[in-house]
């Protein structure tokens, strides 16, 4: 769909609809399970709810920008509310219509295509009632059966933060997991840039490891070596990122 997608469909670039179901239909034959991203903060301004309802729409403030000049840009400040673009407006969870709407959208997709879960982008930028109505909607809505069985539907958010703040959203009611950034960071040193031991020290990657799985309260997490948001494993490995 791309970072602002201006439309509820496929992006037409990527292929059709039956495209996307005959992939997912491929891969639940090999016993491999499909989740997407849902990014369920902003459209694109050309995007028909936007050009249909503005009025579900926050107040145009640039989240790089400190529209109150006091030192704190509007991330910090307006987290929940700011335009991460010119060009990509921000929903106004705190009204019904857009809440129903938005998760309404992603329930009917993801029974639709048969998806086996959903990743769910900038979940801090959203108030959290979001992801409590959207996963009441799942739990209420979706039974999905993949090749092996009866499958839990898994929702896994992104919140590039510490311990705290990604185990906020994590648990009953909420999110079933998210990207374990903590935890990234410690692979990254301990393999990449040869800062922490595996095992030995406070700061090891042992240690790490222990954190996470007691911060989270159990979940299994997701863990990753890099994406999009951050510099190339390899980068770090070869010295080019200090």
């Given at each position: 769909h791309g970072y602002w997608p201006d439309s509820d469909a496929p992006e037409e670039h990527f292929g059709t609809e039956e495209d996307l179901v005959a992939?997912?239909?491929?891969?639940?034959?090999?016993?491999?399970?499909v989740l997407v991203d849902w990014v369920g903060n902003h459209v694109h301004e050309n995007h028909d709810?936007?050009?249909?309802?503005?009025?579900w729409f926050n107040d145009r403030f640039i989240c790089e920008e400190d529209?109150?000049?006091?030192?704190?840009?509007?991330?910090?400040?307006?987290?929940?509310?700011?335009?991460?673009?010119?060009?990509?407006?921000?929903?106004?969870y705190t009204q019904e219509a857009p809440l129903?709407?938005?998760?309404?959208?992603?329930l009917e997709q993801a029974k639709r295509w048969n998806l086996d879960g959903l990743r769910i982008d900038?979940?801090?930028?959203?108030?959290?009632?979001?992801?409590?109505?959207?996963e009441y909607e799942i739990q209420a809505h979706i039974e999905h059966r993949a090749a092996g069985g009866d499958q839990d539907f898994r929702?896994?958010?992104?919140?590039?933060?510490?311990y705290e703040r990604i185990a906020q959203y994590v648990g009953p009611g909420e999110l079933?997991?998210?990207?374990?950034?903590?935890?990234?960071?410690?692979?990254?040193?301990?393999?990449?840039r040869d800062e922490i031991g595996l095992s030995d020290g406070e700061?090891?990657?042992?240690?790490s490891l222990s954190t996470s799985r007691s911060a989270y309260g159990g979940a299994v997490m997701s863990t990753f070596l890099g994406h999009h948001d951050v510099s190339r494993f390899i980068a770090h490995a070869n010295g080019e990122v200090s």
């Open positions: 992939l997912i239909e491929a891969a639940h034959a090999r016993n491999m399970r709810t936007f050009e249909e309802n503005p009025q529209d109150d000049a006091n030192g704190v840009l509007n991330w910090d400040q307006r987290p929940e509310s700011c335009w991460f673009a010119t060009y990509l407006p921000d929903i106004d129903v709407d938005r998760v309404a959208v992603a900038a979940v801090k930028h959203m108030p959290e009632s979001v992801i409590v109505n959207l929702t896994i958010g992104e919140t590039f933060d510490g079933d997991a998210q990207y374990d950034f903590p935890l990234y960071y410690s692979v990254l040193a301990a393999f990449a700061n090891s990657l042992r240690a």
